[in-house]
């Protein structure tokens, strides 16, 4: 079975940064698209970044601040997170799609989430 196992969230000060890290099991991630998500108490669960062979995809809420990136060896997916702001706070949700996607429904496997608090 596929387990997506996220680590790596807590608390930071507006301004600052935090690295987000995915460990796949059961799957090679080399061989699908895998994608970050979050959600905000009261809001939808939104696409924040993905990566596949073909290149990657951020939202543009993140654009010029986060970066996705994978480690093959480690079969481990990142996010690097800069300049943080309120707004990120979250749950950030790792997934991973046999498709280049942007939207939750095209993802078959989906981790726990980590809790990202950003504040002022």
């Known amino acids: 079975q596929v387990q997506l196992v996220e680590s790596g969230g807590g608390l930071v000060q507006a301004g600052g940064s935090l690295r987000l890290s995915c460990a796949a099991s059961?799957?090679?991630?080399?061989?699908?698209?895998m994608g970050w998500f979050r959600q905000a108490p009261g809001k939808e669960r939104e696409f924040v970044a993905s990566?596949?062979?073909?290149?990657?995809d951020y939202a543009d809420s993140v654009k010029g601040r986060f970066t996705i990136s994978e480690d093959n060896a480690k079969n481990t997916v990142f996010l690097q997170m800069n300049s943080l702001k309120p707004e990120d706070t979250a749950v950030y949700y790792c997934?991973?799609?046999?498709?280049?996607?942007?939207?939750?429904?095209?993802?078959?496997?989906w981790g726990q989430g980590t809790q990202v608090t950003v504040s002022s």
């Open positions: 997934a991973s799609g046999s498709k280049r996607a942007t939207i939750a429904r095209h993802y078959d496997y």
């Open positions: 990566i596949t062979w073909s290149g990657t």
């Open positions: 059961g799957r090679t991630i080399n061989g699908y698209t």
